[in-house]
Each structure stands twice: as C-alpha cells, then as structure tokens.
C-alpha cells in the first residue's frame, strides 16, 4: 500500500488531534457561561438550606441563600436563572393556590431576586401547577380524576400574570397541556407584559429522570405525567409541537430531558429560527454524580462532555445544575 509520495495512510486525520493547542484550535464546539441557565429551587419556611439526597450538591434554597445564588451566578457570567417554588404541604391544595398567590413563595422569590440582580441575569419562573397542587400533578383535575386540559389553561394564565408582576423576564410553562401558549401570551399582553418572553417546553418527555426532581420541589405524585407528557417512542410529534408552539407565540423553544433526547433536539434546532433551549434535568445529573461518587467515571470530564454533547446537538442554552461550576471552570479557561 505503500506509494512515492509518504506511503499509506496518505491521509491522517490523527494530525489535528496532535496537541491541546491544535485540539483548541480546531474545536468546533465551544461552551460558554452566558448561555447556562442554574435551575434552583427555592423552600418556603425553612431557615437553612436542606441538601437533596439524590443530588448531591444541590439544595433547596431558603429566600436568603437563592439570594446569594443568584448573585454567584451573575458574578459567574450565567445567562439566567429558572425558579421552582416549593411552598409549604398546608398551602398546597387542589388546584394549586400558591402558584398564583402573590405572596406565594415563588413570586416572592422573583421579586427577591429581581432586586438582588436587577436585568444582570435574565429571570425564568417555572409556570406548572404541579409544585403548588396537593395531588402533584401538573393540571388541576376534573371529576373522574384527569388532567383537565381547559380548566388547567384558565390556572396558567393566572400564574403568568403573577410571575410577570413580580417581575419574571421569562416565564417557562412545562405542564405540557394543549394550548398553554396562546393563553399565556394573551394573558401577559392583556396585563401589559408584552415584553415578558415566553421559553416554551416544546418536546417535553414523560421520562423516568425526573425522579430527583421530584423530591427536590416535595412532590407528592401518585401515578404519571402519560397522558400529557411525550411519550419516549415518538419523535415526530416533538415537530409537531414545535409547529403549534411557534403558531402559539414561543419565542424560545425546549427540549426536555437533553442526553436521551438528543436526536429530537438536533432535528428541532434545524428546523427553527427562534433560540432553542435544552434542559439537562435532575436524573441526568444524579447519574454523572453518583458514578463519580463510586469512583466509577471521571466527574468533571464528563460533565464537560454531556454540556458539549447538548450544544453540539443544536443547544443554544442550557439549563443545568452544574451552571455556576461550570461557568467558574469556563472562565479559568479549564
Ligand atoms: C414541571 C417540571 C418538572 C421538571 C421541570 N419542570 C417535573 C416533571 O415534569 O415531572 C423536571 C426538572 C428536573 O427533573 O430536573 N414543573
């Protein structure tokens, strides 16, 4: 095989991995700390922060320490911040009242951070009943038990109008019922928050890696998400949501989980002209945590390799857990 001109293999794909400087320079995939989004929770009525067993690192905040997260994450270079309330078990009821409760701890932890990072850090409140609702799920429910699809939509549009009062910049409906969009939109215009965006979940997967996420907000679900979340086998209706989100007035799209779900984010980011999101969720951090725990994987590397992995797929942003970490590490240029 061998020829006059240096013999096989003539091409050597291998000399543009020779170094860290050649591997630097040829890198087609960068991440950067502004287009991180720190998901954090925020617990009514505790006076210390309360660690989540399954993960590990990750708190739920009292008023005082989101405060102080918030402004970690603006000194870290972070894009946003996305909100989840978890109010107290007696407050919660059926059709999810602190969700839209002025002083419900969610719009009182918007206001507290919106005074404590002004326009510094783009502001995302989590627009879902199922944080507030004493039954878990996301829907208030109607006689025989289901997730009423109307009745529901008439609770996020109240929401919106909460959130956007007490100051959200984005506010971020993951319920996944049908029509959530426009009724938002209508709301927050009818209430003069034209500016207020909505970040859609788009292709949202009723997946078994929310289990985390679950104790992090106190959820007390029985049973499932099935009947409005996606089911894992379809890829196609993700376009189709897309499509009805757009109509709808999204004006940034997600995909949710990222890591199995990589294939519908790149087709997704294909197909549209509005900044796309990906949502790298609680049960994909508590994988990489507990096998570095074990010593079985290289923590930081492949942290590092899910967040480039999400964003070589078609990310523009990504929510993790990992956000501060990994903006301090981005900037020592590690
Ligand atoms: C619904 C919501 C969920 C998550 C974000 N928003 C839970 C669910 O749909 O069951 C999950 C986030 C995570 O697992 O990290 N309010």
Same mark, same amino acid.
């Given at each position: 095989?061998?020829? *006059?001109?240096?013999?096989?293999?003539?091409?050597?794909?291998?000399?543009?991995?020779?170094?860290?400087?050649?591997?630097?320079?040829?890198?087609?995939?960068?991440?950067?700390?502004?287009?991180?989004?720190?998901?954090?929770?925020?617990?009514?009525?505790?006076?210390?922060?309360?660690?989540?067993?399954?993960?590990?690192?990750?708190?739920?905040?009292?008023?005082? %320490?989101?405060?102080?997260?918030?402004?970690?994450?603006?000194?870290?270079?972070?894009?946003?911040?996305?909100?989840?309330?978890?109010?107290?078990?007696?407050?919660?009821?059926?059709?999810?009242?602190?969700?839209?409760?002025?002083?419900?701890?969610?719009?009182? $932890?918007?206001?507290?951070?919106?005074?404590?990072?002004?326009?510094?850090?783009?502001?995302?409140?989590?627009?879902?009943?199922?944080?507030? %609702?004493?039954?878990?799920?996301?829907?208030?429910?109607? *006689? *025989?038990?289901?997730?009423?699809?109307?009745?529901?939509?008439?609770?996020? *549009?109240?929401?919106?109008?909460?959130?956007?009062?007490?100051?959200?910049?984005?506010?971020?409906?993951?319920?996944?019922?049908?029509?959530?969009?426009?009724?938002?939109?209508?709301?927050?215009?009818?209430?003069?928050?034209?500016?207020?965006?909505?970040?859609?979940?788009?292709?949202?997967?009723?997946?078994?890696?929310?289990?985390?996420?679950?104790?992090?907000?106190?959820?007390?679900?029985?049973?499932?998400?099935?009947?409005?979340?996606?089911?894992?086998?379809?890829?196609?209706?993700?376009?189709?949501?897309?499509?009805?989100?757009?109509?709808?007035?999204?004006?940034?799209?997600?995909?949710?989980?990222?890591?199995?779900?990589?294939?519908?984010?790149?087709?997704?980011?294909?197909?549209?002209?509005?900044?796309?999101?990906?949502?790298?969720?609680?049960?994909?951090?508590?994988?990489?945590?507990?096998?570095?725990?074990?010593?079985?994987?290289?923590?930081?590397?492949?942290?590092?390799?899910?967040?480039?992995?999400?964003?070589?797929?078609? $990310?523009?942003?990504?929510?993790?857990?990992?956000?501060?970490?990994?903006?301090?590490?981005?900037?020592?240029?590690?």
């Amino acid at each position: 095989m061998s020829s *006059a001109y240096g013999g096989f293999p003539g091409v050597r794909p291998r000399r543009l991995r020779v170094n860290p400087a050649m591997r630097r320079m040829v890198a087609e995939t960068r991440l950067h700390p502004a287009e991180l989004i720190l998901p954090a929770f925020v617990r009514e009525g505790i006076s210390e922060p309360v660690p989540l067993a399954a993960m590990p690192g990750v708190v739920q905040h009292t008023r005082d %320490t989101l405060r102080k997260a918030a402004a970690e994450a603006v000194e870290a270079g972070l894009g946003g911040i996305m909100l989840f309330g978890v109010p107290e078990d007696a407050k919660k009821d059926a059709v999810g009242t602190p969700g839209t409760d002025p002083e419900g701890i969610l719009q009182m $932890a918007i206001r507290d951070v919106r005074a404590e990072v002004g326009d510094d850090l783009v502001v995302m409140s989590d627009l879902c009943l199922d944080e507030h %609702t004493d039954h878990g799920h996301c829907g208030v429910l109607d *006689a *025989a038990g289901r997730v009423d699809n109307d009745a529901t939509l008439e609770r996020y *549009a109240e929401m919106a109008r909460a959130q956007a009062e007490a100051g959200a910049h984005v506010v971020g409906p993951s319920g996944m019922m049908d029509g959530q969009v426009r009724v938002i939109r209508e709301a927050l215009d009818g209430a003069g928050h034209q500016d207020v965006s909505i970040l859609a979940y788009t292709a949202k997967y009723a997946s078994a890696f929310y289990g985390p996420f679950r104790e992090a907000v106190g959820s007390s679900l029985q049973g499932d998400r099935k009947t409005y979340q996606q089911d894992p086998a379809n890829a196609r209706e993700s376009l189709r949501e897309l499509a009805l989100d757009l109509a709808e007035g999204a004006d940034m799209v997600m995909v949710k989980p990222a890591l199995p779900y990589l294939d519908i984010l790149s087709k997704i980011a294909e197909s549209v002209d509005v900044p796309v999101a990906a949502y790298q969720i609680s049960g994909e951090y508590a994988m990489v945590e507990a096998a570095a725990a074990n010593g079985w994987i290289d923590r930081d590397r492949a942290i590092m390799e899910t967040l480039t992995s999400i964003r070589r797929a078609g $990310a523009g942003m990504i929510l993790t857990y990992w956000a501060t970490e990994v903006a301090r590490l981005l900037r020592r240029g590690e």
